[in-house]
């Protein structure tokens, strides 16, 4: 992409702008139930985006033209190294306490499995999806991933369809997601909050953020060794992840599926 | 429709995925981004002054990250790399990491991550707008199941070890 329209100074000062204003928000705290939802400048951050869109409303165009929003598309992936690097600075100096939980960080990848034994048999007898559904649902859809139904399947395959689908919805809406569920989670106390750190390793960079901000916001006296969790664990998944996935998690959501009663030959259609 | 859709996402998808492909121009884009996080935190990290040292070390560790990335002979994500290195150089071990913790310190964790989710708002297309309104529901539902599913499993797998 040309390189005028990805340092546009309208796109970055409108991102800057819209910064500042949900920092100085600051976090939210609402009751819900039994727990509490936190809302972090993050979501704040996006939901100003959004309304920004000029994809969205075309008032906008004024002041961000299509061809400049366009351009924020490949400065999401950079944008999150400076993050990345950041949160790796704080697995150094814990670094004795995670080799200590090591074996716990290392079995909670198998958690991955999870997401298929939930959302494998919803989608396949509740919302009647096709194969899509082992595409959408044997994995948590990160660019590993990706790359393995790509090469096995093709991405203009119902299984490419199934995984790019949650790709999209993983990229727009899971950090917020992920945020508020790992808020909310540890509000109820029911699991240990060392253990959600971890859990929020199983996501992509934002997620990860999101999801480990929300906790250390909840713990704020845990902050360092819940970040450094995360951290570590998120560096795990990107290390054995794509492994798990390929040699476990595949092969099972395909066996699943079958014993779903779903049709390996025929092709589904969406209902559109 | 639905298969070229998938297939724009795709092209567009693998170029962003490798930002050590194009270093010179990663180089400038992420200069910018810096510049927005460094804002960013302004507000609920440190002054400007202050977070500096600790900005500009982030931007290095991210391009020393990526030129391994880019030099080593077998795959792995950027994301893992530029996140190997700064272990590294906080690790008590490493010469002068608690300069080098001390001068992150001063930079805020999620004020770092508001500008990634401004650029994700400004980003969405026509495109993605469609595919919800169109098929989308069945996929958000899903999706959101296998959050739920990945990370309540991993969470209690890692709650009975601990």
């Known amino acids: ?272 | 429709m639905k298969a070229d859709t998938t297939s724009a996402l795709n092209a567009e998808t693998l170029a962003e995925l490798r930002p050590e492909q194009q270093l010179g121009k990663t180089a400038l884009l992420l200069a910018a981004v810096c510049v927005a996080a460094w804002f960013s935190n302004m507000i609920n990290g440190a002054p400007l002054i202050q977070a500096l040292p600790g900005m500009v070390l982030l931007y290095a560790m991210v391009m020393l990250g990526l030129v391994i990335g880019r030099l080593v002979p077998f795959y792995l994500p950027s994301v893992a790399w530029v996140s190997l290195v700064s272990i590294a150089m906080t690790l008590p071990s490493f010469p002068g990491s608690a300069w080098v913790v001390e001068q992150l310190s001063h930079v805020n964790f999620l004020a770092v991550v508001t500008p990634v989710l401004a650029y994700a708002g400004l980003a969405l297309t026509g495109r993605e707008f469609t595919m919800f309104r169109q098929t989308g529901w069945k996929l958000v539902i899903v999706s959101l199941l296998v959050f739920t599913g990945t990370f309540v499993a991993s969470a209690f797998i890692a709650h009975l070890i601990l």
Request: net charge neutral; proline share 6%; hydrophobic share 55%.
């Open chain 1, 1 to 272: 992409m040309d390189m005028k329209l990805l340092l546009d100074w309208r796109l970055h000062l409108t991102v800057v702008l819209a910064s500042l204003l949900a920092e100085a928000i600051g976090i939210l705290r609402i009751p819900l139930g039994p727990g509490t939802l936190l809302l972090l400048p993050l979501f704040y951050a996006f939901i100003i985006g959004v309304l920004l869109n000029p994809h969205l409303f075309s008032g906008m165009q004024r002041i961000i033209p299509k061809r400049v929003s366009n351009a924020a598309g490949p400065l999401i992936m950079i944008s999150i190294l400076p993050f990345i690097a950041k949160f790796g600075s704080t697995i150094g100096p814990a670094i004795e306490q995670i080799i200590a939980a090591g074996p716990a960080l290392i079995l909670q990848e198998l958690g991955n499995l999870g997401t298929m034994l939930l959302a494998l048999p919803f989608a396949v007898l509740v919302l009647r999806m096709g194969r899509e559904a082992i595409g959408a649902t044997y994995s948590i859809a990160r660019e590993p991933n990706i790359a393995i139904i790509s090469d096995k399947y093709g991405l203009r395959s119902p299984e490419g369809i199934g995984i790019m689908g949650v790709y999209v919805v993983g990229t727009m809406f899971g950090t917020l997601y992920f945020a508020l569920m790992a808020g909310y989670l540890a509000s109820l106390n029911v699991l240990d909050i060392r253990a959600l750190a971890m859990a929020c390793g199983v996501g992509s960079g934002s997620m990860v953020a999101a999801c480990s901000g929300a906790l250390a916001e909840a713990a704020p006296h845990l902050r360092d060794e819940l970040l450094a969790f995360s951290g570590a664990s998120n560096l795990l998944t990107y290390a054995t992840g794509l492994y798990v996935s390929l040699f476990i998690a595949l092969p099972a959501a395909e066996w699943l599926y079958k014993r779903l009663g779903g049709n390996p030959l025929q092709e589904v259609r969406h209902e559109s």
